[in-house]
């Protein structure tokens, strides 16, 4: 057996135990200053007589009082049950931001009692499509692209990624900018870009961000619309009507009920109607929403379709136009003296999903009446790669399009886009 070199190391943690111990203990050092002074005949006086410490809040307070402070009784939650104050045995329906139907667009068409005229926009629409062009107009949206979708700041986490064939294999998380982030930015710099070059010839606008809507509806039973415009453009100046009357049938989605796939919900408040639009700019002139693949869901986790993000566009077409009627008529109006029109915009940062609406009628599907309007596009992609290879910032197959169909929403309504 082989013995090991002998290192003369120190124990370093028990030396420095030892010092902690001898130094524990501090004694007060004679300075003479009170056998000085008191030669001199110089008054001492004890500092504690002038100066006092302060006296904290808790300790104003009685002994028992901060006992019971501190092991009283805890207020427990409320429960999700029919003791809660807001519990009504009969559900609601609700829509939230995260559902789509499971019919898509057929289903939000039988729901919102409307119907699709043509195919594209409004021929309005398509005229003015080419009608204006902003000096160096794709150079200034690819700076816009670069700075919203590559360049911010903000990295966090990304969503976990996922392989269907390879449920288990793990990916390395991605750092990057959030889809919300991504959308916010992009959408409310090309609303930027085109307030700078033609705003002198538009009608004052409003743009605000993360507007919640509560519209109550009855249709044969408590429905709720919650949804939230991400970014809302608000006009002094209502849209003008798309079309004059409006004929079309409803499409038959039997045996399923058009309100198929809501949420029930047994706590709420009935009747509950929120809407902010109010004052001077109380007519809403375009939606930007946001679609994000981690919250936009399946009730039944089947991949959301095309059909089911443009059914997304109507519901919440329809959610808002409801609201802004309701705001300027009344909560009980249901024929429209004069018809509500709005602009959609759906995107992820990149693809873009244009739609318009108009609004007739409050009146469900049951009763044969006035129908209501929608127009749409088909998803148009703004890029095809955005993102870094090797370090260097890629740009790929830009499609000016895009901001064409955004410019034209935009001018829609103004002087230069008047009907």
């Known amino acids: 057996m082989r013995f090991t070199q002998v290192l003369y190391k120190q124990d370093i943690g028990r030396l420095i135990k030892w010092q902690w111990r001898a130094q524990r203990k501090k004694s007060l050092i004679e300075t003479n200053a009170y056998k000085i002074l008191a030669s001199k005949n110089i008054p001492v006086i004890d500092a504690t007589t002038i100066l006092r410490e302060p006296i904290l809040e808790a300790q104003k307070q009685d002994v028992q009082q901060i006992l019971n402070n501190i092991v009283g009784p805890c207020k427990l939650p409320q429960k999700n049950d029919d003791t809660h104050p807001l519990w009504n045995d009969e559900p609601c329906l609700v829509f939230s931001d995260h559902n789509v139907l499971v019919q898509g667009l057929d289903q939000a068409k039988v729901f919102t009692n409307s119907v699709e005229p043509s195919s594209g926009l409004p021929q309005h629409l398509q005229d003015l499509f080419e009608a204006y062009k902003i000096p160096n107009q794709d150079d200034h949206v690819k700076r816009i692209i670069n700075a919203s979708v590559m360049y911010d700041s903000i990295q966090e986490k990304l969503p976990i990624k996922k392989d269907k064939e390879r449920p288990a294999w793990n990916f390395p998380r991605d750092y990057g900018i959030p889809t919300k982030r991504r959308v916010h930015l992009l959408a409310s ?136 009627a309701k705001s300027k008529f009344g909560d009980t109006i249901e024929n429209l003296s004069e018809p509500i029109s709005l602009q959609c915009i759906q995107t992820n940062a990149h693809w873009f999903h244009f739609s318009t ?29 955005c993102c870094y290879e090797e370090g260097i910032p890629v740009l790929k197959d830009y499609n000016p399009d895009v901001f064409k169909h955004f410019l034209t929403f935009y001018m829609n309504g103004t002087e230069y886009g008047a009907n």
């Open 189 to 324: 710099r090309l609303v930027q870009l085109c307030d700078s070059s033609v705003g002198s010839m538009c009608s004052k606008k409003l743009l605000t961000k993360d507007v919640f809507f509560k519209v109550p509806l009855q249709r044969n039973s408590n429905v709720s619309l919650d949804i939230r415009a991400d970014l809302l453009l608000l006009s002094d100046n209502p849209l003008s009507p798309f079309i004059e009357n409006v004929l079309g049938k409803l499409p038959d989605i039997y045996p399923l009920d058009y309100k198929v796939s809501l949420d029930e919900k047994n706590i709420y408040k009935k009747d509950e109607f929120v809407s902010p639009i109010s004052g001077k700019y109380n007519n809403v002139h375009t939606v930007i929403i946001n679609y994000d693949e981690t919250e936009v869901k399946n009730l039944y986790e089947t991949p959301v379709k095309e059909s089911q993000i443009f059914g997304r566009s109507l519901m919440k077409c329809y959610a808002i136009a409801v609201a802004n």
């Open 357 to 385: 609406f108009q609004l007739n009628t409050l009146c469900g599907p049951e009763e044969n009446g006035k129908r209501n309007a929608f127009w749409q596009t088909p998803l148009i992609n703004l890029y095809s790669k």
